[in-house]
T-cell receptor
Framework: DTGVSQNPRHKITKRGQNVTFRCDPI?????LYWYRQTLGQGPEFLTY????????KSRLLSDRFSAERPKGSFSTLEIQRTEQGDSAMYLC???????????????FGAGTRLSVL | DAKTTQPTSMDCAEGRAANLPCNHS???????VYWYRQIHSQGPQYIIH???NNETNEMASLIITEDRKSSTLILPHATLRDTAVYYC????????????FGPGTSLSVIP
């Protein structure tokens, strides 16, 4: 178990380009979350999957953003027609199926830092 | 989820205990207190959580007041590697919903 893996770690793009980030959760974690974090702020929720089903999307997730988790394992987050305001750290987290005591712990990856020029 | 209030920043001398307070006066009976921390350029890391009893693990201790309206995270012997932003979060323990992060407390451990 190597933890949550995110690729790439850094992405620099020009305004108007499309970018895609990948997240590999901890194996057998059935829940996967995407967050966005700007400088000096705590992470903000974007969207959440249980297996392959996308169960919730934040209002922050405009129509330029799309996330998928096609086989219930890895996930991708795509941003179309990037804008400078999209510059942020994009974090992925996963959590296990916890059947016993309340222990919904989310395990985070190191994030992908996006810079839109 | 209930809201929390934390100091913006704190300093602690290396080797001393770091005591990070959190107020959560509107906490509900089924809500737990969770603590995460985020070291610079890394993702948040879970530290500890509790409902009403004090909890201790290899990283920290969590002291929750009897009325559950506030709590304190204790790092017993702070090291330079404990310099990070610490987030206190209150949420329903059985919820698999999103985590709502506030701005947290920026802890600086000073040599």
């Amino acid at each position: 178990d190597t933890g949550v893996s995110q690729n790439p770690r850094h992405k620099i793009t020009k305004r108007g380009q499309n970018v895609t980030f990948r997240c590999d959760p901890i194996s057998e974690h059935n829940r996967l979350y995407w967050y966005r974090q700007t400088l000096g702020q705590g992470p903000e929720f974007l969207t959440y999957f249980q297996n392959e089903a996308q169960l919730e999307k934040s209002r922050l997730l405009s129509d330029r953003f799309s996330a998928e988790r096609p086989k219930g394992s890895f996930s991708t987050l795509e941003i179309q027609r990037t804008e400078q305001g999209d510059s942020a750290m994009y974090l992925c987290a996963s959590s296990p199926r916890e059947l016993s005591r309340a222990k919904n712990i989310q395990y985070f990856g190191a994030g992908t830092r996006l810079s839109v020029l | 989820d209930a809201k929390t209030t934390q100091p913006t920043s704190m300093d602690c001398a290396e080797g001393r205990a770091a005591n990070l307070p959190c107020n959560h006066s509107t906490i509900s009976g089924n809500e737990y207190v969770y603590w995460y921390r985020q070291i610079h350029s890394q993702g948040p890391q879970y530290i500890i959580h509790g409902l009403k009893n004090n909890e201790t693990n290899e990283m920290a201790s969590l002291i929750i007041t009897e009325d559950r309206k506030s709590s304190t995270l204790i790092l017993p012997h702070a090291t330079l590697r404990d310099t990070a932003v610490y987030y206190c979060i209150v949420r329903v323990g059985t919820s698999y919903d999103k985590v709502i992060f506030g701005p947290g407390t920026s802890l600086s451990v000073i040599p």
